[in-house]
């Protein structure tokens, strides 16, 4: 369905917007409104709160904009024909109606697992009324009526932190605190006499520094389009975690015998008590399905085993085989524009092919080729903004096979990204984040001999990419798991061809630990 909102009725572009939006959805935009629809249990469906706002003269395009922006509806806006660019400056401008309270209690809503939710529940036991706790569904219904009893409100959320800081999300307690130190310094704006309350969106940058709390890989590349300062502008969230005790195995293999620790504490110079610093935040991996892992494979050989293993990960699966380069181009362009990878936490890429050190041949022979970098720029930034901030993974299999250098030959059809840091994902109290930011790239590359060594065998890299992803996804996060399979496919590559093989590359820009759940 393609909207049009020029010269239509407001509310009817509104029905048909009502018409597509998840249960989930529902509510939380419900809950946007609150500020001028007060009665949150009298609304029975957003069908209902937009007859509401239309009789109070609410109901116009810019908030409605607003609405679905905040909820990543970014498809919807797409087919409204809305320029984000200019929609966003707006909101940096002050513009929003949507209050930041609002925007707060909806992200941190967002990040709480229904083990967390039942844990605060219980904590508010003495608080909210036997009868309203077994109504709560999401967090969001939890404030409703702690407002409600005058418990929490715009100015007043330490309930809220006291039971984050209880259940040891930390993490989202400095959200608040954040939120806390911008409406000290933000005075109210009014878009009209309608929206008295409304704090002015600002977005601060401010630079941080952070000590390494796990060995980087030396090959962590300089991308052409992205700075050192770029990159270190984002800081590391605390995160104090949940003590839990996970028994080791008795055969471990020697490089995961020591993981990364869900947190990393170090103790204050001058202090008796440990201080936690640098501690690593954790990618949100919650969503069902979990992401979208789109295989290409144009030799044959791994496209089974990895969708039979994504989709044990619970990511959703798309696989293509034998892809000329043309079609490969138009299937990565395809996929970056998807509509429902907004509501994914995570995006993975498989490719399987021929080509040269730095792109990849499809099964056109030795003609042209995609550089990596091109494959990467159809997920980054303004390419794809529905992935901004979330984790991207691409896990290349390159089989390297003689073919011409000239530059000429090298598909680069879309445009190059700016490597300007723009706003995740409109949460107004969190960094910008780089357009380099969150990128994984793992990429073993031998000789196409080996694909007539071991024909139709699947390649010792996506095979060991696939074991060590099963027998290690929930206990130990994504880079140390990758340390392991490099490991493991260079000792399988040199026995298979008796000579040293070629380091594997595996560099990112990841900000967080990334832990299959």
């Not at 393609?2 to 509310?11: E, P, S, T, V, Y």
């Not at 508010?124 to 005058?150: S, Y």
């Not at 896990?395 to 059809?413: C, G, H, K, N, V």
Request: glycine content about 4%; aromatic content about 6%.
């Amino acid at each position: 369905m393609m909207f049009n909102q020029g010269g239509r009725d407001i509310r009817t572009l509104a029905v048909e917007i009502a018409g597509e939006l998840s249960q989930e959805e529902s509510v939380t935009l419900v809950y946007l409104c609150l500020d001028f629809v007060k009665d949150y249990s009298a609304i029975g469906e957003v069908k209902q709160l937009f007859e509401i706002l239309s009789k109070q003269n609410l109901l116009k395009f810019d908030f409605l904009t607003e609405l679905l922006y905040r909820i990543r509806r970014f498809d919807i806006l797409r087919r409204m024909k809305v320029d984000l660019v200019c929609f966003e400056r707006s909101l940096r401008a002050g513009q929003g109606y949507v209050s930041l309270y609002r925007l707060l209690m909806m992200d941190i809503s967002e990040n709480l697992s229904q083990e967390d939710l039942q844990s605060i529940v219980f904590l508010l036991h003495c608080q909210v009324p036997k009868g309203r706790q077994e109504a709560v569904k999401t967090f969001l219904d939890l404030v409703v009526d702690l407002e409600k009893l005058g418990k929490i409100d715009v100015n007043n959320l330490e309930v809220v932190e006291d039971c984050l800081q209880t259940i040891g999300r930390m993490d989202l307690k400095k959200k608040i605190l954040k939120y806390k130190q911008m409406g000290a310094c933000a005075p109210s704006v009014r878009r009209s006499d309608a929206y008295q309350n409304v704090i002015p969106i600002s977005v601060p940058c401010q630079e941080h520094g952070f000590e390494r709390t796990q060995q980087v890989s030396t090959l962590l590349p300089v991308f052409r389009s992205c700075n050192k300062d770029q990159l270190l502008r984002q800081h590391v969230h605390s995160n104090c975690s949940r003590s839990s005790e996970a028994s080791s195995e008795e055969h471990h293999s020697e490089t995961l015998s020591n993981p990364v620790p869900e947190t990393a504490q170090a103790s204050a110079p001058g202090t008796e008590c440990g201080v936690q610093q640098n501690v690593l935040e954790k990618y949100r991996m919650q969503s069902t399905p979990l992401g979208l892992c789109l295989i290409i494979d144009c030799i044959g050989t791994d496209a089974d085993l990895l969708k039979e293993t994504f989709e044990a990960l619970q990511f959703r699966v798309l696989l293509h085989l034998y892809v000329e380069l043309d079609d490969l181009k138009q299937i990565l362009r395809d996929t970056s524009e998807r509509n429902d990878l907004a509501a994914l936490d995570c995006f993975v890429c498989c490719i399987v092919s021929r080509g040269t050190p730095d792109s990849i041949l499809a099964i056109n022979g030795n003609s042209l080729r995609l550089s990596f970098e091109q494959i990467q720029q159809y997920f980054k930034g303004q390419s794809c903004r529905p992935l901004l901030g979330k984790p991207r993974l691409f896990f290349i299999q390159d089989f390297l096979t003689a073919t011409s250098d000239s530059d000429d030959e090298l598909e680069t059809d879309t445009a190059w990204s700016n490597g300007d840091a723009i706003q995740a994902d409109g949460n107004v109290w969190e960094e910008v984040v780089p357009q380099e930011a969150d990128i994984l790239w793992s990429c073993c590359q031998v000789s196409e001999r080996l694909l007539y060594q071991a024909p139709q065998q699947p390649s010792s890299f996506m095979r060991t990419l696939s074991e060590c992803l099963r027998k290690h996804q929930h206990r130990f996060d994504l880079v140390s798991v990758l340390t392991e399979v490099n490991k493991q496919t260079m000792l399988r590559n040199r026995r298979l061809t008796g000579e040293e093989p070629a380091p594997l590359v595996l560099r990112h820009t990841l900000r967080k630990m990334l832990i299959f759940p």
